[in-house]
């Protein structure tokens, strides 16, 4: 009896031991079989690209349907990127950034991948921005590339889109001197002119105003580069340059130029445009594709003095996302609608 119970005994063991073993052996070629099966150590391993220093590393990468993914992959692993900083960047960068990556020397970029106005080549002077007057990073990221980190008027770039809706005019982007709109038409009753698709809006939103007791009336629309030229320097023979900057363009520089912008006063006071009409304006002309281009508190940002009576047309769903994101154009514009 005490024979059959130690031979039960044993065989017990012996069973124990072989499941043991055999859960082993099939974890064993389970991890094989998914290091095998991880895609992009896969992909190297069936290229030309494959370096077994970096074996480790290409598993834990997430395979992407690149052309230059594993050139790319193995640059940045060069320059000592991680794996799960290469899935980020992957994942977050745009295809222009990662190309300007592979020319620099490392960064941290643990801070920046969902910023989406990022230019890694900028990351410096973001950091020195941001440092200097104390603002959130993607603050400094968006103020850095709108500029605001150089003095007005340096690095001036001229425009190739002049005839665009949205079109960025300020003082780093500029109209060619010889500019203008083909479409230009008279605003209702009067002889002032803009783009026909603005004229038309602009009317609206007067007689939308005159529904909620705002009488507003346009007294400045399009206007050549010429005319603007010898406004401004009409006014520097009243003011010093410094002064004039902050309330007039120089030529090529004005919205004006654009067909798209307009200057508004009240038809009631024959005068500026009242606390009460720029409140109303700024709640209301998005609904007809308008935004108030220079806002009060935004001096810093547009680089001119606060203009209640001057509205920019840019289209209903643009305005729209400017009046909700309470923000400037030049902000919106890097934000939305520059490619980076």
Request: aromatic share 14%.
């Given at each position: 009896m005490k024979l059959k119970k130690r031979n039960c005994f044993i065989l017990v063991i012996i069973i124990i031991v072989l499941v043991i073993g055999g859960l082993s052996l099939f974890k064993r070629k389970e991890i094989v079989k998914i290091e095998e099966d991880a895609p992009t150590l896969k992909a190297f391993k069936e290229s030309s690209y494959y370096q077994e220093k970096y074996q480790e590393a290409y598993k834990e990468i997430t395979f992407r349907d690149n052309p230059k993914f594993l050139e790319i992959t193995n640059q940045l692993l060069d320059k000592n990127y991680q794996a799960q900083e290469i899935n980020q960047i992957f994942t977050y960068l745009s295809d222009r950034n990662i190309e300007n990556l592979l020319t620099i020397d490392y960064v941290s970029l643990e801070n920046y991948y969902e910023i989406k106005n990022l230019d890694v080549l900028k990351i410096k002077e973001y950091e020195e921005y941001q440092k200097e007057h104390n603002v959130s990073l993607a603050d400094a990221v968006t103020r850095v590339n709108i500029h605001l980190n150089e003095e007005f008027y340096?690095?001036?770039?001229?425009?190739?889109?002049p005839d665009s809706l949205t079109v960025l005019v300020n003082k780093f982007h500029s109209l060619p001197s010889d500019y203008e709109p083909t479409d230009l038409v008279n605003v209702g009753q009067y002889s002032y002119q803009m783009r026909e698709e603005a004229a038309l809006e602009l009317e609206k939103?007067?007689?939308?105003?005159s529904t909620q007791n705002v009488y507003l009336i346009p007294f400045s629309t399009y206007r050549s580069y010429d005319y603007q030229e010898g406004l401004y320097d009409k006014y520097l023979t009243i003011d010093p340059l410094d002064v004039?900057?902050?309330?007039?363009?120089?030529?090529?520089?004005?919205?004006?130029?654009t067909g798209l912008a307009v200057d508004l006063r009240s038809s009631v006071l024959n005068d500026n445009v009242?606390?009460?009409?720029?409140?109303?304006?700024?709640?209301n002309s998005y609904l007809y594709g308008f935004i108030v281009r220079y806002p009060k508190?935004?001096?810093?940002?547009?680089?001119?003095?606060e203009e209640p009576w001057h509205l920019r047309y840019i289209g209903v769903e643009h305005?729209?996302?400017?009046?909700?994101?309470?923000?400037?154009?030049?902000?919106?514009?890097?934000?939305?609608?520059?490619k980076h």
């Open positions: 340096t690095n001036i770039e001229e425009v190739d889109n939103l007067m007689a939308y105003g004039v900057d902050t309330y007039s363009a120089r030529a090529g520089h004005s919205e004006h130029q009242t606390d009460e009409d720029y409140e109303w304006l700024l709640n508190g935004k001096s810093d940002i547009t680089g001119y003095m305005a729209t996302k400017v009046h909700e994101l309470d923000i400037t154009y030049d902000e919106y514009y890097d934000l939305y609608l520059e």
